[in-house]
């Protein structure tokens, strides 16, 4: 059964960069079919998309952040990352890393998510 | 502001059925798979539907989904105390090259 664990330093410091792992059990990252993505629900606002990795392919961004994220995978230690340049207070919310099949189907949460807060 | 449109709120009664609606465009709900998604206060967002109308091992078939053209439904009956909670839909946008997720739908159970 595939489960997700997001994990992160709760506070950072506006202008910092952010880090996030998402460390994956049950399933292989590099086994391929699948996008890994990652998602946020700022206070106050709805979900959205940060941006979704094909292993060794492809990887898409949300077009208003793609200046400052990257996404990237250690497939032998099952780790998926996220890296948001230049944070803002913005950027404060709740993180969610995923899985989706190609075409982007459905994503699947198998996370708790994780806190981060922006702030001096 | 998504280019997905939902209705903010829906309620009914419990054991009364609830529907949403999505409204996309020819580079979303008209071009590729809708999917559906609960989200409740403080724990992860739940795949509900997938590729339109398939739900996740779990999810029980008194959830449904469905499409035409440029918009797609959710369904919900026999509604429970449980299902109180934000709905969102989804999907790919060929136009703006990213996932878009819908503006979301409370539900309440009266």
């Known amino acids: 059964q595939l489960v997700l664990q997001e994990s992160g330093p709760g506070l950072v410091k506006p202008s910092e960069t952010l880090s996030l792992v998402c460390t994956v059990s049950?399933?292989?990252?590099?086994?391929?079919?699948?996008?890994w993505g990652w998602i946020r629900q700022s206070p106050g606002r709805g979900l959205e998309w940060i941006g979704s990795?094909?292993?060794?392919?492809?990887?898409y961004y949300h077009p208003s952040l793609q200046s400052r994220v990257t996404l990237s995978v250690d497939t032998s230690r099952s780790h998926f990352f996220l890296k948001l340049d230049s944070v803002t207070a913005a950027d404060t919310g709740v993180y969610y890393c995923?899985?989706?099949?190609?075409?982007?189907?459905?994503?699947?949460?198998r996370g708790q998510g994780t806190l981060v807060s922006v702030s001096a | 502001q998504s280019v997905l449109t939902q209705p903010p709120s829906v309620s009914a009664a419990p054991g009364q059925r609830v529907t949403i609606s999505c409204s996309g465009s020819s580079s979303n709900i008209g071009d590729t798979y809708v999917s559906w998604y609960q989200h409740l206060p403080g724990i992860a967002p739940k795949l509900l539907i997938y590729e339109n109308n398939q739900r996740p091992s779990g999810i029980p078939d008194r959830v449904s989904g469905s499409k035409s053209g440029t918009s797609a439904t959710l369904d919900i009956t026999g509604l429970q105390t449980a299902d109180e909670a934000d709905y969102y839909c989804?999907?790919?946008?060929?136009?703006?090259?990213?996932?878009?997720f819908g503006t979301g739908t409370k539900v309440t159970v009266l």
């Open positions: 990795l094909y292993p060794g392919l492809r990887t």
């Open positions: 989804g999907a790919w946008d060929s136009s703006l090259n990213e996932y878009v």
């Open positions: 995923a899985r989706t099949k190609a075409g982007h189907t459905g994503f699947d949460f």
């Open positions: 049950g399933a292989s990252i590099g086994s391929g079919y699948y996008f």
